[in-house]
């Protein structure tokens, strides 16, 4: 996956693969699209230094970063099989994960085993993700991340199932 305004690419890349010909007839996502198409092993690198950053203004309203979300989501149908599946496998697990947990919370043989693996799951993200928001320049989010983690579980599939999929206007 990417995002336009965070990637860069070689001209013989771009034509090598026909650009966004391909993807002209969407609204969103076009990038993302023609990255799966030219990239592969050999020719994608990631960098994470700070001077990199590419930082962007975010939506001012709830409503806007909700319309701004549901587009994004416009383009979901069109990924290959395989990246649909690597994009789902962790929101599945989390669903398995809360579905066991609460499942296993009123078997009282278990619950106590079931409730530490559920705080220490969450504390193994929670420190994961504070090296990954001090390394991108984000620590002071690192508090809230419990919070964001729950409303992302529970936002992200409404979302997702809100948006209209069907759209076929150009930009």
Same mark, same amino acid.
């Given at each position: 996956m990417a995002v336009g305004r965070k #990637? *860069?690419?070689t001209k013989s890349?771009?034509?090598s693969v026909d650009g966004f010909k391909k993807h002209?007839?969407?609204q969103s996502g076009d990038d993302d699209l023609f990255i799966q198409d030219a990239a592969n092993r050999k020719n994608v690198a990631v960098e994470t230094n700070p001077e990199s950053? +590419?930082? *962007? =203004? !975010?939506? %001012?309203t709830w409503r806007a970063w909700f319309k701004q979300k549901q587009r994004h989501f416009t383009t979901a149908? %069109?990924?290959? &099989? =395989?990246? %649909?599946l690597f994009l789902g =496998?962790? !929101? &599945? *697990? #989390? +669903?398995? #994960?809360l579905i066991s947990f609460f499942i296993l919370l009123f078997n009282y043989e278990w619950w106590l085993f079931a409730?530490? &693996?559920l705080v220490l799951r969450f504390v193994f993200y929670w420190i994961i993700n504070g090296l990954l928001f001090k390394k991108f320049k984000s620590g002071d989010l690192i508090a809230f991340y419990p919070i964001f983690e729950l409303l992302h579980f529970f936002i992200m599939p409404f979302i997702y199932y809100s948006s209209e999929r069907t759209e076929t206007s150009k930009w």
């Amino acid at each position: 996956m990417a995002v336009g305004r965070k #990637m *860069s690419y070689t001209k013989s890349t771009f034509f090598s693969v026909d650009g966004f010909k391909k993807h002209y007839h969407i609204q969103s996502g076009d990038d993302d699209l023609f990255i799966q198409d030219a990239a592969n092993r050999k020719n994608v690198a990631v960098e994470t230094n700070p001077e990199s950053f +590419v930082y *962007s =203004i !975010p939506q %001012k309203t709830w409503r806007a970063w909700f319309k701004q979300k549901q587009r994004h989501f416009t383009t979901a149908p %069109k990924y290959r &099989l =395989i990246n %649909k599946l690597f994009l789902g =496998i962790f !929101p &599945l *697990s #989390m +669903v398995f #994960m809360l579905i066991s947990f609460f499942i296993l919370l009123f078997n009282y043989e278990w619950w106590l085993f079931a409730t530490a &693996l559920l705080v220490l799951r969450f504390v193994f993200y929670w420190i994961i993700n504070g090296l990954l928001f001090k390394k991108f320049k984000s620590g002071d989010l690192i508090a809230f991340y419990p919070i964001f983690e729950l409303l992302h579980f529970f936002i992200m599939p409404f979302i997702y199932y809100s948006s209209e999929r069907t759209e076929t206007s150009k930009w």
